[in-house]
């Protein structure tokens, strides 16, 4: 039937329907209905498919508006649900480690004697005529005498040293305040001279490259008087440097925490290289005086004990040692390879052993990680009740070869390292948190430590390394659900229940403080943040954060609080949150920093109010990461590297190192 047909046939139904029906509702549908049937057929076959469908749309909703109101919720919801799959709050992440840069200085600066230095002795010139006075004119004239140093300036004008920025910077303002030899007599080094570089040399003392801060002797035998000079100019900037070099990295460190990974927020302290450089070159003690820059508190002299100790002990003359910081995956290449197949002949079973007989016989030494090897490690570490993925990492290495000697040397030599990125004093009264410890310690003069189990951020959602001041106890706590979660996990169940918060015992409000219904929300325009929305939970035995809170505001919204889940800190790795630092005895720690009574606390939570109180006194807390620190007993522990951040923190120390040694070859 061609589309004027149906046309036609159409009006003839509408007037036939017309003469039927009386004027009223009923006439009016059907005379609709023929409208757009003519529509629909007078725009033939092609088009009449696709308004077909708009009619039938346009009939639910006039005719059974309930039905369509339900599918418009359910292409909504299923609208939804694609953009959440979509929408994620990513976490903080490690970045590609970027070394410190070192850039060649010119000593130029130094060649020529500045105003600042000129000898008060020296005659008086031309343009100070006329300004003598009757003092002043009696006064004979003095020679002037140039000192060694003066007489060498010269060389310094063609003089480059490979230096840090701020060693360069300091070097030149110390020798123009300071114009003098400090570490160089009639052409020769002296005894300080000696004791500096014998101290530089015993950097590993402390954890540090004494490579780094290594300066030859100068070699003047046979040379001529000029290029004695220049050699001598050239030992005493060199040891200068690489004295200041030696006081920026005991005192801040040699790596950059927050290059290391966006969980680290720690600033890195200012050290005047110039004041340091001063006490040192005055020191009678040259070597005591080096060392004074280290920290000086009772946690780093501990590590700096247990590090000798190590170094000094007795070492099995067969130890299998894997190097710390080691992760191979299937098809690399790895020197430690004969280590991890000797490690798996020596502990591995008989019937391990027997099973890979063949792969053990064959192995020659090589690097590559073969697939034969990777069966052997994926059959040990099944055999270890280990994941048997053949990834060689932190937990197959312990279970070949335990806590070796060589591992613990390496997780003192890192405390030592995060030690500097701390204050040197970390405070009389501290809360002290330590993650891979799951531990939280407050102590204060004349009191008993308070130490407690913690549970903390799981690896998805690490707590970070930052420390702050303790300001507010919170008294039966809202939780104010931070908007990662909001995205990551409960916009999920929003698209499928837009009423789950009403339900759950949370609280919708705009930024205004109006309370709004959750299936009221846009949650995509919350995730993209083209809309804010704020949600918190309602204080309760459900509440996430239980009974009490302490805050120390952050950006990164991390407090300790007490939990409702407290079955996890029975368990011996308690890394669970999203986060924050969960306490096992909350009212303890609440009570230890407002210095009031636990009682007093528990009267505050009974009274069920959601209060807050101020804590008196000035208390920062640790939010830290060490893997190796002192027990309450004063001995060095040793924990599991939780976070992995051992091996990242030791890829930061290799690039520095290689670096620095780049920049001594260059």
């Known amino acids: 039937m061609h589309a004027d047909e149906m046309k036609q046939q159409a009006q003839s ?41 708009s009619a ?112 360069g910077e300091a070097l030149i303002a110390f020798y123009r305040a300071h114009p003098d030899f400090q570490w160089v007599k009639d052409g020769k080094p002296t005894v300080s001279a000696a004791k500096l570089r014998r101290a530089l040399r015993n950097a590993d003392t402390y954890a540090l490259n004494p490579d780094d801060y290594f300066v030859a002797l100068p070699a003047v035998v046979g040379l001529e008087a000029d290029a004695r000079d220049a050699a001598a100019m050239r030992f005493e900037m060199e040891l200068s440097a690489a004295a200041l070099t030696y006081i920026l990295d005991a005192k801040r460190g040699r790596v950059d925490p927050n290059r290391i990974s966006q969980y680290h927020d ?16 005055a020191a009678f003690d040259v070597e005591a005086e080096l060392a004074g820059n ?68 064959a192995y020659d030494g090589a690097d590559l990680y073969s697939p034969e090897l ?30 070796t000697n060589a591992a613990k040397i390496a997780k003192v030599e890192l405390a030592m390292e995060r030690s500097r990125w701390l204050p040197e004093k970390l405070g009389e009264r501290k809360v002290f948190i330590n993650q891979p410890a799951f531990t939280a310690t407050y102590s204060a003069p004349g009191e008993i430590p308070l130490s407690m189990r913690v549970v903390v951020g799981k690896k998805s959602n690490q707590t970070n390394f930052f420390y702050d001041k303790i300001e507010i106890v919170e008294y039966n706590p809202y939780w104010g659900v931070p908007y990662s979660i909001i995205v990551n996990e409960m916009l999920p ?28 929300v846009d949650w995509y325009a919350v995730a993209a943040k083209q809309q804010s929305i704020n949600v918190r939970q309602y204080p309760g035995r459900k509440n996430a954060l239980g009974e009490v809170k302490i805050l120390f ?29 969960r306490l096992h005895d909350p009212k303890g720690m609440a009570a230890a920093v407002l210095g009031k009574s636990k009682d007093y606390v528990t009267s505050r939570i009974a009274a069920g109010k959601n209060e807050q109180e101020k804590v008196a006194g ?30 990242h923190l030791l890829t930061a120390i290799q690039k520095t190192e290689n670096a620095r040694a780049k920049a001594r070859a260059s």
């Open 13 to 53: 139904l509408h007037e036939r329907d017309a003469k039927k029906v009386r004027p009223g509702r009923s006439a009016l549908t059907n005379s609709l209905k023929a409208c757009l049937m003519v529509s629909v057929v007078a725009t033939g076959f092609g088009a009449a498919s696709v308004e077909t469908a």
């Open 56 to 167: 039938q749309g346009f009939f639910q909703r006039l005719f059974n508006p309930e039905n369509h109101r339900r599918q418009q919720e359910r292409d909504r919801q299923d609208q939804l649900r694609k953009q959440v799959a979509r929408t994620k709050v990513s976490a903080p992440r490690y970045l590609n480690y970027t070394a410190d840069t070192w850039k060649a200085v010119s000593l130029a600066p130094l060649s020529e004697k500045k105003t600042a230095e000129a000898d008060p002795t020296a005659p008086v010139t031309e343009s100070q005529e006329g300004t003598e006075t009757a003092e002043t004119a009696v006064t004979p004239t003095v020679p002037v005498v140039l000192t060694a140093f003066d007489q060498s300036r010269p060389v310094l004008k063609d003089m480059t040293l490979k230096l840090l920025p701020e060693v």
């Open 266 to 281: 720690l600033p890195r302290h200012d050290v005047d290289l110039v004041a340091a450089l001063e006490s040192l070159s």
């Open 294 to 361: 280290h920290p000086q508190n009772d946690h780093y002299r501990k590590l700096v004990a247990e590090l000798a100790r190590l170094k000094a002990e007795d070492k099995e003359a067969d130890q299998i040692v894997i190097a710390p910081g080691t992760f191979l995956k299937a098809g690399k290449s790895s020197p430690e390879l004969k280590n991890i197949v000797a490690a798996i002949q020596r502990n591995g079973s008989s019937e391990l052993l027997a099973t890979h007989a063949e792969t053990l016989d």
């Open 374 to 403: 990777v069966s052997l490690v994926k059959a040990f570490q099944k055999e270890a009740k280990l994941t048997p993925d053949g990834i060689v990492g932190k937990n197959t290495i312990k279970a070949m070869v335990g806590e």
């Open 493 to 520: 169940k929003l698209a499928q229940d837009p009423s789950y918060l009403d339900r759950a015992g949370y609280e919708v409000s705009t930024p205004g403080g109006r309370k709004v219904s959750s299936s009221s």
């Open 553 to 581: 505001p952050n950006k990164h919204h991390i407090y300790m609080h007490d939990t409702p889940s407290k079955s996890l800190f029975n368990k011996d790795v308690r890394a669970f949150s999203h986060g924050c630092v």
């Open 618 to 647: 000035d208390i920062p807390v640790y939010v830290s990461y060490f893997t190796a620190w002192p027990d309450l007993e004063g001995n060095i522990a040793f924990y599991t590297d939780v976070y992995d951040r051992d091996r």
